[in-house]
């Protein structure tokens, strides 16, 4: 698959790019040398991996079910803040694409699931949720 065609290869691409960012300018490590870099990326990854809505999906802010746990959540958004202004002189594609891509502000209707007797919008499931008491 490539960039320009399947939408949740691109943002995993995205999200690696803007942790990168993050961590070489301020732990000055590649991810894969910090461990606090390499475990959030892991973790987004994880997450958009088991995003329910998959290539229908809004950007992560706009969604109305928040897979991160809320500190790992500020954690991306500083992450966020940092690498996005950055990202159009090191990455204009991806960044390109990830205005574009944040313009819909809803899941599209096609891959919304009905939800089953119990369900909530509050996790999107996976493994990094399977030890969470209900």
Do not use: W
Request: one cysteine or more; hydrophobic letters at 25%.
């Amino acid at each position: 698959m490539s960039i320009f065609t399947n939408r949740m290869e691109r943002e995993g691409e995205t999200v690696k790019a803007m942790i990168g960012l993050y961590c070489r300018d301020h732990h000055k490590l590649k991810v894969a040398d910090c461990g606090s870099c390499s475990e959030l990326q892991s973790y987004a990854l994880d997450r958009l991996h088991h995003c329910p809505f998959h290539e229908g999906k809004t950007s992560c802010k706009n969604c109305p079910i928040h897979c991160y746990k809320p500190d790992i959540r500020e954690k991306v958004r500083q992450v966020m803040r940092y690498s996005g202004p950055r990202m159009m002189l090191r990455h204009p594609v991806l960044t390109i694409f990830h205005l574009l891509d944040d313009r819909r502000k809803e899941p599209l209707s096609d891959y919304l699931k009905p939800k089953s007797v119990g369900e909530t919008d509050e996790d999107c499931g996976g493994p990094m949720n399977e030890g969470k008491a209900s």
